[in-house]
């Protein structure tokens, strides 16, 4: 398979502060016509449990190992996990100006100038919050690792428009948050929403995705191919959306404060300390309007001639086998829309929660995977 030749842009200094402006005409991104097409299956879980089988089709040839689901990725001798800080970072949008975003970090800034930086995206009803542990992981393998609170999610990067939240603008903040913090090149990892998100910036931002990650969700060519067959499971399971998109659900969300939206989420499987973190940011209103306005601005079916494209982009597709959300037809499905490096890792008996409920087993697949694709 093809492996994608590194064409970064111009290289920018990288600054000893924590918020930069990304400003640089080379690092816009166009707008594609998949924008409004994209959607994935979102929300809940339970806990994840059993070994993890692996199977690649970089060469064409398919193989097979277990990994127990409690193994734990190799840490470098003599590097020690300080615990994220927290950071904020600043673009420019091309039509919205500046926005700022919350995020967690953890590790040396200076990694991101050397190919070092990982951006890891979370989901709904997420923030992220979800990856402090992974992220402390990874800081420990030498990688600066950065998760935003994406657009909508974050105060200061949350336009009203239902219409800002397409999801080539979300990939859009993707790649000028990677050049804010001083990467040319990087990873990006993705759950959920931020599994598509992932996929696009792969996709639109080929030249400078070093490898791209997914957790639970398939391509999203192969997420509307499954949704289209109305008989299939991918329809059934993707039910819900239609409510999401309903205006003011957000409302009815948080009718009772945030104690509602912890209830929602525990409800799913997460545990309440979990919650109460994600709902310090989603237990306001403004903050969940725009996060269901995610889903709002990409509603399935695909229109047509809307297909984001294969990725080229070295990719590591991670999937629970008993996803309520996302189904088996759309993750197998998947290796048809990957013409680079290509990993899928099934965790059997695994639900839709990674981040927070499963960091051992997707640390044992995501560095061997960043490392190969430096």
């Not at 949008?93 to 991101?112: H, S």
């Not at 310090?280 to 601005?297: C, F, H, N, P, T």
Request: glycine content about 10%; some cysteine; aromatic content about 8%.
């Amino acid at each position: 398979m093809s492996v994608i030749d590194p064409c970064p842009p111009r290289r920018t200094n990288v600054e000893n502060r924590q918020t930069r402006r990304a400003t640089s005409p080379e690092h816009n991104v166009p707008t594609t016509g998949f924008a409004r097409a994209v959607t994935v299956a979102m929300f809940a879980g339970a806990m994840l449990a059993g070994a993890v089988a692996c199977a690649s089709n970089s060469t064409g040839a398919a193989s097979a190992t277990i990994v127990p689901p409690t193994s734990k990725p190799s840490i470098a001798p003599g590097r020690s996990l300080p615990g994220p800080s927290t950071i904020t970072i600043s673009i420019d949008d091309p039509a919205l100006g500046r926005l700022t975003f919350d995020a967690i970090a953890a590790g040396d800034p200076a990694g991101a100038s050397n190919g070092k930086l990982v951006l890891l995206l979370h989901g709904f009803p997420e923030t992220g919050a979800g990856y402090r542990e992974m992220a402390d992981s990874l800081a420990a393998e030498g990688y600066y690792a950065v998760a935003p609170n994406q657009r909508g999610y974050s105060p200061k990067a949350r336009p009203a428009e239902t219409s800002a939240y397409t999801v080539d603008k979300l990939a859009g903040d993707v790649l000028r948050m990677a050049t804010a913090l001083g990467a040319d090149k990087f990873h990006v990892v993705g759950h959920d929403w931020g599994g598509a998100v992932s996929w696009a910036t792969a996709v639109i931002g080929a030249p400078r995705v070093s490898s791209a990650t997914s957790l639970s969700t398939p391509h999203p060519d192969a997420m509307a191919d499954a949704y289209a067959n109305p008989n299939g499971e991918q329809a059934k399971m993707s039910g819900y959306m239609s409510v999401f998109r309903q205006p003011g659900y957000e409302k009815q969300l948080l009718a009772d404060g945030p104690d509602g939206y912890v209830r929602f989420i525990t409800a799913g499987g997460m545990p309440e300390a979990t919650a109460r973190e994600y709902a310090k940011v989603l237990g306001d209103e403004s903050a969940m309007k725009a996060a269901l306005d995610w889903y709002r601005a990409n509603p399935l079916p695909l229109p047509p001639g809307s297909a984001l494209g294969p990725s080229t982009v070295p990719s590591l597709f991670v999937w629970g086998a008993t996803d309520r959300f996302l189904g088996r037809t759309a993750a197998e499905a998947t290796a048809a829309h990957v013409s680079g490096s290509y990993r899928f890792v099934e965790v059997p008996g695994g639900d839709h929660w990674p981040p927070e409920k499963h960091t051992p087993a997707v640390l044992a697949a995501l560095i061997p995977h960043l490392a190969t694709h430096p």
